[in-house]
């Protein structure tokens, strides 16, 4: 069994941490490392603890008792320490994912469920897929399976790497993981969102990017509701604006919408809506 950290998508964390141990190893011929250094002592748990130098460190056979902190760059390049055999997977919400030690934030652990072994020696599945796609950003799962022309007038079709990707299914998952995995900075959020606000004229009312970041927006039918020509007698006039907390990624981050009751719909409609990195009286 082994726990780590539950952290689906790059965050500010700079240290993971990883227990292993076994009652019975898996892969009892395997050590627990290629090329991993020991320090020499052995805690009270029966713990060694392990440094993990680089990501070609985990050699995705971990096997013993050892304990390790592991560097957010070598947990995203391990897949999150991925392992070669079936695990059965349980959380422990404890608190935010995006938390900046790994004790205050969601871990998972995971128990060893059978060994995985592929008879192909020189497997470059993965690879080939990574290649084709990266080649060709802009095709999309059905071009992939159909083949992409290439010079010599042949297709390249990802159902020639592996039969699974004749599965469009399959080809538009594994595209979409490898599209989440590419680091997103701060520049290509500004360009997107600039697109965003070209491409959809007034919708975004005001934006500020600084320590108090606040965008708002609100459509066109949405701004047609603000002013009424009627005074309901019920206790239904004006506006009620609340907060939707862990909506986004970022648990510091919140939702804030603001709505309205509609006499037409005898219903309460949004009126406006908008993104705050946090809840202070400057935001508001």
């Known amino acids: 069994m082994y726990i780590l950290p539950d952290n689906g998508r790059h965050s500010g964390i700079k240290t993971s941490w ?5 009652r019975a190893g898996p892969q009892s011929t395997l050590s627990i490392t ?6 020499s002592n052995i805690n009270s748990a029966g713990y060694k603890t392990v440094v993990f130098k680089s990501a070609e460190d985990w050699d995705y056979w ?6 390790a902190d592991i560097s957010d760059k ?6 999150g320490l991925m392992v070669h055999w079936a695990t059965s997977t349980y959380r422990v919400p404890s ?3 995006l938390a900046k030690r790994w004790k205050k934030g969601h871990y998972s652990k995971h128990s060893c469920q059978g060994i995985i072994t592929c008879e192909n020696d020189s497997c470059q599945e993965e690879a080939q897929f990574i290649n084709l796609c990266d080649n060709n950003p802009g095709a999309g799962p059905a071009k992939f399976i159909a083949g992409i022309p290439i010079l010599s007038g ?4 990802v159902a020639n790497i592996s039969p699974t990707y004749v599965n469009i299914s399959h080809v538009t998952k594994d595209c979409q993981k490898l599209k989440a995995s590419v680091p997103r900075g701060g520049d290509t959020f500004i360009l997107d969102f600039s697109y965003f606000d070209c491409s959809h004229p007034t919708f975004v009312t005001s934006g500020q990017i600084s320590a108090v970041t606040v965008f708002t927006m609100q459509s066109k039918f949405m701004k047609s509701l603000l002013l009424k020509n009627y005074i309901a007698d019920e206790l239904v006039n004006g506006f009620v604006t609340d907060e939707t907390h862990k909506y986004f ?3 510091n981050a919140f939702l804030l919408i603001t709505a309205t009751y509609l006499l037409e719909l005898n219903y309460w409609v949004l ?12 935001h508001y």
């Open 18 to 22: 990883v227990e292993h141990h076994t």
């Open 34 to 39: 290629k090329a991993h250094s020991f320090l």
């Open 62 to 67: 971990p096997n013993g008792a050892f304990k």
């Open 74 to 79: 070598i947990h995203r390049k391990t897949r």
């Open 95 to 97: 608190g935010p994912t």
């Open 154 to 157: 042949d297709r390249c079709s």
């Open 249 to 251: 990624a970022d648990h």
């Open 271 to 282: 009126v406006q809506f908008a993104y705050l990195n946090r809840a202070t009286a400057g």
